[in-house]
């Protein structure tokens, strides 16, 4: 249910999204930092005045920033014409025999598939398999590169997804790839209240930032249904170093134990 009444967070969603820090936002927006805290943290209203400073300097739609409807951003009609010949794709389904055949987009195919993703010429150049219990639906084999998934996804283990058609059922926390012109990226969705205009995507290494990106910038948005892998962890290697770390511990206890033991008393 939409808010008439500007929330903060919008405002810091804003800013966050244009990943600017709040000394460069309210110089962007001619007021200064201490009053844009003030704002954020719902201590104070914003203006007038500066709700049309946003609006002109960071072509921000004024009715999502007040009531959150409409898009973010201010469009040109050849703009918002693209946004909805975009929104009109649906994902491409190749089927053989009566089949679901599943396209493998391995990593070094990356770049090719943001660009040849809606193009079913360039999917049938992809290896493509039969697999049991994935015969029926739309579905794509991402092998996935770098560490910020770990330890649920490693690095060029493959996860297997279905097609998310309607964005609004996705639930927060849902373990997804996602496709965009800058890249194809495995990560946790989340939405910011019930603004599914914004995705929110968060690693599971805790050693990569969370990050906001534009839902109409996404192109496809994947669900990782499972994985196949070839990374094993022998639980008795596992083991040895829990092990060979309590005795490190142990030992360090030893000496400082003794250090006090052997201390002379008065």
Known sequence: ????????????????????????FAEKINISQGALSQIENGKSQISLETLRSISNELQVNCNWLVNGTGDIFQQDEEEAYEEV??????????????QSIVPFVKEEAHAGYINGYDDPSYLQTLDVYKIPGYQNGNYRLFEIEG?????????????????????????????CVIVTKEGIVAKRVYFYENDNQLFILKSDN?????????????????????KITT??????????????????????????VRKLTDTPRD
């Open 231 to 256: 990374v094993f962890v022998e639980s008795g290697l596992v083991d040895a170093k829990r092990i060979e770390k309590l005795e490190n511990n142990l030992e360090t206890l030893r000496r400082e």
């Open 85 to 98: 010949r975009k929104s009109e794709k649906v994902s491409i389904q190749l089927v053989y025999d009566g």
């Open 206 to 226: 805790s050693k990569f930032k969370t990050y906001s990106i534009q839902d109409k910038k996404v192109l496809e948005i994947w669900k990782i249904e499972a």
């Open 1 to 24: 249910m939409r808010d008439s009444k500007l929330r903060p967070q919008r405002v810091t969603m804003l800013r966050e999204l244009l990943q600017m820090s709040q000394v460069k």
């Open 147 to 175: 560490e910020s998934m770990t330890p649920t996804i490693f690095p060029r283990e493959i996860v297997i997804c279905s097609h998310i058609e309607n964005r609004e059922t996705i639930e927060n926390g849902t373990l």
